[in-house]
């Protein structure tokens, strides 16, 4: 279900590139595992195609702003 969910918003025309898992680590400066990991928990989206992965730009961008700390001035 989550890749239909994902295939339709990509479908609709948005200017969302899909990027590899590679693509995706050098983003968040992790290791690769990092991504699977996050995929396979369902915390990052992604779309199989093949034996590979593909993550909308937006799921990256909303994955890595759910992970904000507000910072107060001491």
Do not use: P
């Not at 025309?13 to 400066?29: K, N, P």
């Not at 996050?38 to 989206?45: A, F, N, T, V």
């Amino acid at each position: 279900m989550r890749e239909r969910a994902v295939e339709r918003t990509w479908r609709a025309g948005q200017d969302d590139g899909l990027l590899t898992v590679g693509e995706v680590c050098e983003a968040m400066r992790v290791s690769n595992m990092t991504v699977y990991r996050l995929i396979k928990s369902g915390e990052l989206r992604a779309i199989r195609l093949g034996k590979t992965y593909r993550v909308l730009e937006s799921d990256v961008e909303r994955y890595l702003s759910g992970l904000l700390v507000k910072v107060e001035g001491a």
